[in-house]
């Protein structure tokens, strides 16, 4: 059974999601979504076990061997990035449930968890396979169900937000396909080792320039980078609550690791150095994404829309680690990753706990929350202070790797311009910390703490935070080797 | 012509002749396709391009209305973004392999062991089903999943509670009223259905299979469904039968692969289903191809009744 664990790890979400249709009744689907996205958890664990101590998996689909059939290619990098998505969902999934019956209409909570697991599979589909096409079609299932969940949101705004992130989706996915399309017309291949063999060869012509400027295109509008992002705000603000936390926490980072694999394993480290300086164009667009961003940031009203802007600059800082092209750069990316998944996962459900109780995340509704939800309040502060970039936050242990990547490429002005970015951070962060505080609430307020259903998850995150901003053994020596596999590969 | 009615479609006003375009436009490029030998894309594209999709574009159309509101203007940067993609296109064939050439890579690698191995290795003679089936089958269960996934979307986007027993409107479209056409397709659609079956059981040996049987099948429901009304036909099929069946589809198509598994082979590996491999791939794709087919044309309906039920809606309001 251990050797069918890679496929396991996708087809279990795959295969409940329509089973879950047939169940019907909402709780049971909660109760069955809950169980599958455990024990798809459970066995990333040991999938990244396993690839810990002996190396890459593979895993031929149909028993055809690789160029033939489709393979699945397990290694550190993908092994990391599926405990992350299957973890947080889980986490999520685990605070959700009156969430979700307070937001979205009871006879649509089933269809919600049907597309949640499919969402869920999609993502790891595309994380599991190490085939090109493989990965556009997963993609498909991951961005419908996505789209889906965020058309779910309480306002009518929604059906707009994820129409919008619809179209822009759609072209991104599209011109992946192209370049895919283009990819398999000068190789004759789909496998992604294959390719990365046979590209090389035919690097050239301008047809396979073509195919990595449209599937680049292509990754960064799904991953939101500056000025592509202009879909995420809405999306994230309008989706329902538990939503916006599984998205944020997951569904960029699997962008950023399709960026990841095809530039450094398909393409090959240094292909993107031959025409264009796409290296400094990606920290230029970083540095753009972290200011205009969190600038944005601090003039929101809404505290969900506010946080969701702090997702494009977040994400500005990892393809500034992307940028920077060497191994410890790489690993402040992968770091930040993981990290960003933490601190979001726990910024978004303490949200989705005020959101709960108050009905609302204005800034103006939350005068006073800590004396109505101290619990919820204090995790904002932390996940908040996470964010920040804090001494003994995972936040504080990102900035750092990346800061010190920047200073080792002796890129000083840009290592200075990523610490006023935490400092704006701070800005949008005391916004909130303020109203909270050290305001009155309203006399009239009836507001209690949210259930220990919602807490016990949301604290799981926050003490996750901080666990791993103090013992940092196991994200930093996986992320170290996942990048050193990475450059090494594409010599 | 392509082009010319590309353009149509982008510069017409008027719906109802932009979805005809449009069906046009399928019905075109399976054309192109069949002349460029890819018979079963071109099925699969006259069956979508030109028969569902328009079906489903018209009764959307039944919804908000033959005109666009949108005032005409011409967005600048968008066409500068347009024009950078297309010139990108254009740069990228000028180092294209020919078209045909027997020395392109595409024809070299891979393609080989598919064209001359797979009479031995999958034993069917239509060699697109065992790529489509056999060695990128999970691929096929990645778009079936795909579709039920486009099922599950729409429905949650137009259910609208339980209307189960309302009364009956018969008059939701105005062909219902047509006598000819009444007639005509009473005779139409049983050898549609009949059509259809044969489409999904002869996939092994000629073009089609799952995808484009389930697609037919679900046009002669609609077809059923928009000449008699929504509640005649949800006498025959049950709104929440047919949720089901869609399920059903993907779960078949997973069952294969959790079988071959239990087998002791890899997941959709069909070699171990029978004690002949050959026997073992034979079943393995007529299963799954049914469990492709049901899917289809299950989700294609589920989104039939979801849009005209809200059309029904309507009516009631307007009465």
């Known amino acids: 059974m251990l050797s069918h664990l890679p496929i396991l790890q996708v087809i279990l979400p795959l295969l409940a999601a329509p089973s879950c249709l047939i169940l019907g009744r909402p709780a049971l689907a909660w109760g069955f979504s809950f169980a599958t996205s455990a024990a798809a958890m459970l066995i990333s664990m040991l999938l990244l076990q396993q690839v810990w101590l002996e190396g890459p998996i593979s895993y031929f689909l149909g028993g055809w061997e690789a160029p033939w059939g489709i393979e699945y290619c397990i290694d550190l990098l993908n092994a990391f990035l599926l405990l992350i998505v299957s973890s947080l969902s889980t986490v999520v999934l685990a605070g959700t449930r009156q969430s979700v019956a307070a937001e979205v209409e009871p006879n649509k909570q089933t269809l919600f968890y049907v597309s949640w697991l499919l969402c869920l599979a999609g993502l790891l589909g595309i994380l599991a396979t190490g085939d090109a096409f493989n990965v556009f079609v997963f993609l498909e299932v991951s961005s419908l169900s996505t789209y889906t969940l965020i058309s779910l949101g309480r306002d009518r705004k929604a059906l707009w937000a994820s129409y919008q992130y619809l179209i822009v989706g759609t072209i991104g996915a599209t011109f992946i396909l192209i370049g895919i399309g283009l990819m398999y017309m000068m190789t004759g291949t789909l496998n992604m080792q294959d390719l990365a063999q046979r590209l090389p060869v035919v690097a050239d012509t301008r047809t396979v320039f073509a195919a990595y400027a449209f599937v680049i295109v292509g990754v960064c509008l799904k991953l939101a980078l500056f000025p592509l992002h202009l879909w995420l705000p809405n999306a994230y603000a309008y989706a329902p609550s538990a939503v916006t936390a599984f998205l944020a926490a997951t569904a960029t980072k699997v962008a950023v690791y399709l960026l990841i694999r095809f530039s450094f394993t398909v393409f090959g480290a240094d292909f993107g150095a031959m025409d264009i300086p796409l290296h400094q164009l990606f920290i230029a667009l970083g540095l753009i994404a972290v200011f205009s961003a969190s600038l944005v940031a601090i003039l929101q009203i809404d505290i969900k829309r506010a946080i969701a802007y702090s997702s494009v600059a977040q994400i500005g800082y990892m393809i500034i680690g992307l940028g920077l092209g060497s191994a410890a750069g790489l690993q402040a990316t992968l770091l930040h990753l993981f990290n960003h998944a933490l601190m979001k996962g726990a910024l978004f459900m303490s949200l989705a706990a005020v959101a709960l109780r108050m009905g609302s995340t204005r800034l103006d509704d939350l005068a006073g929350l800590s004396q109505r939800m101290p619990l919820t309040a204090m995790a904002f502060v932390l996940g908040g202070l996470s964010l920040i970039g804090v001494p003994l936050t995972v936040g504080f242990i990102s900035k750092w790797y990346l800061v010190i990547a920047t200073l080792e490429m002796g890129m000083w002005p840009v290592a200075v311009l990523i610490l006023v970015g935490s400092l704006l951070a701070v800005m949008y962060i005391w916004r909130v910390v303020e109203v909270m505080y050290f305001r009155d609430p309203p006399a009239s307020s009836q507001v209690s703490e949210a259930p220990v259903s919602v807490l016990l998850p949301l604290w799981l995150l926050v003490v996750a935070n901080i666990y791993f901003g103090i013992d940092t053994a196991l994200p930093v020596s996986v992320t170290a080797d996942a990048a050193q596999a990475l450059l090494g590969w594409g010599k | ?319």
């Open chain 2, 1 to 319: 012509m392509l082009i010319a009615t590309a353009i149509g479609i982008a510069v017409n006003r008027d719906l109802l002749s932009v979805v005809m375009l449009s069906s046009i436009y399928g019905l075109l490029s399976a054309n192109f396709f069949v002349t460029m030998d890819a018979v079963d894309v071109a099925f699969t594209e006259a069956a979508v391009g030109a028969g569902i999709s328009p079906l489903l574009m018209f009764t959307t159309m039944a919804i908000v209305g033959r005109y666009e509101k949108l005032p005409h203007r011409w967005s600048l940067s968008a066409l500068v973004l347009v024009s950078i993609t297309g010139a990108l296109l254009l740069v990228a064939t000028m180092d294209m392999p020919a078209f045909g050439a027997p020395d392109a890579p595409a024809q070299q690698h891979v393609a080989p062991r598919y064209i001359e191995q797979s009479g031995q290795e999958v034993g069917i003679p239509n060699i697109v089903t065992s790529v489509l089936a056999t060695y990128r089958g999970f691929d096929t269960f990645g778009e079936v999943t795909v579709i039920f996934t486009a099922g599950v979307g729409v429905l949650s986007l137009l259910m609208v509670g339980d209307r189960a027993t309302k009364p009956l409107s018969s008059h939701l479209l105005k062909a219902s009223q047509h006598k000819i056409l009444r007639i005509v397709s009473k005779v139409l659609i049983a050898p549609i259905l009949l059509f259809a079956l044969y489409v999904q059981f002869h996939g092994d040996y000629g073009p089609g299979g799952g995808f484009q049987a389930g697609v037919i099948f679900a046009a002669a429901i609609i077809v059923y469904t928009m000449l008699f009304g929504l509640d005649s036909a949800r006498q025959v099929i049950d709104q929440a039968w047919v949720r089901v069946m869609a399920a059903v589809g993907v779960l078949l198509y997973g069952a294969v692969g959790v079988v071959s598994m239990v087998n002791g082979g890899n997941f959709l590996d069909y070699d171990v289903l029978a004690k002949d491999p050959l026997h073992g791939q034979h079943y393995g794709i007529i299963v799954i191809e049914l469990g492709v087919g049901i899917t289809v044309a299950a989700v294609m309906v589920l989104i039939y009744f979801s849009f005209a039920g809200r059309l029904v809606d309507r009516g009631h309001q307007d009465d």
